[in-house]
């Protein structure tokens, strides 16, 4: 059984810095693509950032420059380090994986005060 497991989420000022972390499990975690994914009040789900396997990377223009994806396939473990926020990118954070079908974590809160 497939499990995902986001933290690291929190209230932080603008300009300030989160790191969330996602974990893995019931997955072959080094061949899986992952990615983090946001949803703010009364929005869509949109993509933030996404990580093959291969450590290849994509993400949405609003982070570039800003956020960083990476994976730790020792831990079986995304991570999304979230620099420089900024009031809109408050938003529910959730971590996909993708394995013939998509699986979701329950998200973790980020909270950017101005």
């Keep these: 059984q497939v499990q995902l497991v986001e933290s690291g989420g929190g209230l932080v000022q603008a300009g300030g810095s989160l790191r969330l972390s996602c974990v893995a499990s019931g997955v072959i975690f080094n061949i899986t693509p992952m990615g983090w994914y946001r949803q703010a009040p009364g929005k869509q789900r949109e993509l933030v950032a996404t990580i093959t396997s291969r450590h290849s990377t994509n ?56």
């Design 59 to 114: 993400y949405a223009d609003s982070v570039k420059d800003r956020f960083t994806i990476s994976r730790d396939n020792r831990e079986n473990t995304v991570y999304l380090q979230m620099n420089s926020l900024k009031p809109e990118d408050t938003a529910v954070y959730y971590c996909r994986a993708t394995l013939g079908r998509d699986y979701w974590g329950q998200g973790t809160q980020v909270t950017v005060s101005s």
